[in-house]
């Protein structure tokens, strides 16, 4: 792509793309980033690309390492910094097109931020850390993890492998794991986020992942979202959805807050919550009662529609409204609506699944779009929409997992174990190991005596913050791989300078399967590493003898072991773009939706099961009167490690806050920017108040991002959901109380309707 030495050309560039912005919006996030970042930024960015000629700089298309969406971009860089994202050519841009939000325009800064890590640092005797060589860091780590294997046995150990980093550095974190410690115990943030969603799907569909291509949000005459905060947390799939909706398709949203994507809605209802099995199985009530089902399709192509229909008929119009808080009109309204449309997609992210019974809010949701027959077809299917930017290809389809090895292959199969053993060498057990959630119980217990956590802020991602930090101070060893000093890297005894994802070459897997290029633009800085070659280093200074020249031979060895990823090598992504798997082998095509034609069970079909009344695990009374539930916002990133270090974001939104609505903050005597004080059983924090309608009056929002609040030390750690471990963080007992202190401003955010739900 060329790049003009005239300004205005790049300037011109920037203003279209503010005009868009009256359409489009991420671009009118944009726009407001480019007020609230340092003044001129914008064209600072332009004309340093422009006074360039463009063989001094590096240019790389290359996938977002924020989110899942998966957007394509072409990065600018004169080797120290990003200079700038521009579009890449639309056809190598599959999801987004021109599209990008505001974080991966702008988010950058992090890179050259002035704490990145860039030297290894070790525990010296009187407990601070030094900087010491790669030699000595990796010595350290070997011999802290080489002696508690020796001692006590690989399960002992326990690995927290990373999201945010490529395909193959997963793959080898699994590898690993179980080759290098000898241990099962190995999992990610998927544990935290989706793996409720990867259970449920699994057991009823066969795959735990979305069904549809991203272009099904553009075709679909109705969509269903619910526990999606879609404009914050996925900006470019909401803008797809908005233009279909002002096509003329439905959007049905449940929510328990009001927020931005409602606004375009044909029907918002908000939900008490933590009662979304009890919402969805009245919508397939009043669908089964009224013979309102897609009869060929429940014949031919599901098992268990008698169970499903028998289980659903507890959900009466009285109960549910009581329950839900969800009138049976509007009950009624969305399933005629989804009943009605040829072309239905039904869409969620971690509103629906980080819950105690979070695997069966998804079964019965996969129960409503089979009995509707709205799977397999164009504009038809399931859509968990991943928020890592890798969490479905390194969090799922590479295999650290304490049950799969890649591709979902069950580590209690005799014969796959048996693949695995030849392959690595070594020999696995086929016991399971623990979860995320888990491996903090067992730290307890002296189970786990210690961890390598790679790219994971556990100390503040972990429910019950207070217990996680605990753990963390009180094991034998503890190794950290990371491009800071977080919060949990404080802890470590090493902590190891990984590189991040622009300085390194890979793939990532979005959230609808598609495996795409991820390129290095810029050197490493300092003396960081990729991941996959401190795995390296590692694994052959414990005894092993890694050899890999680059990550397209990883990748080689991903497709002889993974049938899922059989097809699928750098060569053929560069040659082809983006592939979808399952792909089988270099021949085929990938697959573009999935259960066109039967589904990934023993039989072939969605197999179906009836899901009664489930309740939280923590329901408000006297002593603890709200509903806390806690999501993201659209300038923010998760624990903040990268957004953080953004001027212009934290600008934006510099501070957690709580939403309050209006009738409560009126009783409590709270107004916006009021510090107030929000109590559980298990800690409290102090934030500044948003008084927003957005939020019922039953209920309380807090975001997750910011280590001076810590949200989730009012979480709980102990209540998982039993299937897949995945903690309540969607519902938490508290009280609220104005605190002393002066108020703190509550950022631009105040202004706009959406701070959510993933």
């Known amino acids: ?55 001094e700089l590096n240019v790389a298309d290359t996938t977002c390492g924020y989110c899942a969406v998966g957007c394509r971009f072409d990065l600018y860089s004169d080797g120290e910094e990003i ?7 639309e056809e190598d841009a599959p999801v987004n097109g021109i599209s990008t939000c505001v974080k991966g325009k702008f988010g950058y800064d992090f890179i050259n931020s002035d704490d990145r890590l860039t030297t290894p640092l070790v525990r010296d005797e009187t407990g601070a850390f030094r900087e010491a060589s790669w030699d000595e860091a990796l010595t350290r780590v070997a011999e802290g993890l080489g002696a508690i294997r020796d001692e006590h046995g690989g399960e002992a150990l326990s690995l927290i492998a990373s999201s945010k980093a490529t395909n193959e550095e997963n793959y080898l974190m699994g590898k690993f794991a179980r080759q290098v410690l000898g ?18 799907l699994a057991q009823t569909y066969g795959y735990g992942a979305a069904s549809i291509s991203t ?12 526990g999606s905060n879609t404009t914050e947390a996925h900006p470019v799939l909401a803008t797809r959805i908005k233009q279909n909706v002002r096509d003329g398709a439905d959007l049905l949203v449940f929510d328990p807050r009001e927020v931005q994507i409602a606004e375009y809605a044909t029907q918002y209802s908000r ?49 549910v409204e009581e ?83 890649p591709g979902y292959q069950d580590v209690a199969d005799d014969e796959v174990r048996a693949k695995f053993e030849d392959a690595w060498d070594c020999d696995i057990s086929g016991e399971y190991g623990y979860y995320t959630t888990q491996m903090f119980l067992e730290a307890d217990k002296g189970t786990i005596r210690g961890m390598y956590i790679i790219g994971e802020n556990s100390a503040l991602s972990e429910p019950g913050v207070n217990h996680a930090e605990e753990v963390l101070e009180n094991l034998e060893f503890l190794v950290v791989q990371d491009l800071f000093v977080t919060e949990t890297a404080k802890f470590a005894d090493v902590v190891l300078p990984a590189s991040s994802f622009v300085e390194k070459t890979g793939t990532f897997t979005n959230t609808d399967r598609t495996v795409q290029m991820v390129k290095q633009v810029m050197p490493p800085k300092g003396d960081s590493r990729p991941d996959w070659k401190i795995l390296q280093d590692l694994a052959n200074r414990m005894g092993y003898e890694w050899d890999y020249e ?74 603890y009167p709200f509903t806390l539930t806690t999501g993201r916002v659209l300038y923010q990133y998760h624990t903040g490690t990268m957004t953080h270090r953004e001027e212009g974001i934290m600008q934006y939104t510099p501070s957690d806050f709580i939403e309050i609505n209006p ?96």
């Not at 609220?736 to 701070?755: R, Y």
């Open 183 to 200: 241990t099962n115990s190995v999992d990610n943030c998927n544990r935290l986020c989706h793996s409720s969603t990867v259970a449920g």
């Open 550 to 623: 680059d990550t397209a031979e990883v990748m080689a060895e991903v497709n002889s072991l993974t049938p899922l990823y059989g097809g699928v090598s750098h060569e053929r992504i560069e040659a082809e773009g983006g592939l979808q798997w399952p792909c089988w082998d270099e021949d085929h095509p990938g697959t573009t939706r999935l259960y066109a034609d039967e589904f990934n069970t023993e039989n072939g079909k969605a197999n179906l099961q009836g899901i009664g009344y489930s309740e939280p695990a923590e329901t408000p009374d006297e002593e």
């Open 1 to 55: 792509m060329a790049v003009s030495d005239d300004l205005d050309g790049v300037a011109g560039y920037m203003q279209q793309a503010r005009e868009q912005a009256m359409e489009n919006v991420e671009h009118v996030a944009e726009g407001v980033a480019a007020e609230s970042i340092p003044e001129g930024k914008l064209f600072e960015i332009a004309q340093s690309v422009g006074d360039r000629r463009l063989e």
């Open 323 to 405: 329950v839900t808080g969800v009138p049976h009109e509007e009950v009624v309204s969305a399933a005629e609506t989804i009943a009605a449309a040829d072309r239905c997609v039904f869409g969620w992210t971690l509103g629906l699944t980080e819950h105690s019974h979070g695997t069966e809010n998804v079964i019965a949701m996969a129960n409503l779009a089979a009995v509707t027959g709205n799977l397999g077809k164009p504009g038809t299917g399931v859509s968990p929409f991943r928020g890592q930017n890798n969490v479905q290809g390194g969090g799922g389809d590479m295999g650290p997992l304490p049950d799969n090895f």
């Open 271 to 319: 939900v008490n919550p933590g009662y979304d099995a009890v919402w969805i199985n009245a919508v397939t009530r009043h669908i089964v009662n009224n013979d309102l089902h897609d009869e060929e399709f429940v014949a031919e192509r599901t098992t268990g529609f008698e169970e499903v229909k028998e289980s659903v008929q507890e959900f009466g119009p009285d109960r």
């Open 83 to 89: 200079l700038a994202a521009r579009p890449t050519a």
């Open 663 to 758: 009738e409560t903050a009126t009783n409590y005597g709270i107004e916006s920017g009021d510090m107030v004080t929000v109590e559980s059983r298990r800690g409290a924090v102090t934030v500044p108040a948003q008084v927003t309608d957005r939020i019922g009056p039953d209920s309380v929002f807090v975001p997750i991002h910011f280590a001076e609040s810590a949200v989730n030390r009012l979480t709980d750690e102990e209540h998982l959901d039993p299937q897949a471990a995945t903690p309540e963080y969607k519902v938490s007992a508290v009280r609220i109380s104005p605190a002393e202190g002066e108020p703190e401003p509550v950022g631009a955010a105040d202004t706009e309707a959406g701070t959510g739900d993933d």
């Open 215 to 226: 272009d099904d949000l553009e075709t679909a005459d109705c969509i269903l979202l619910t």
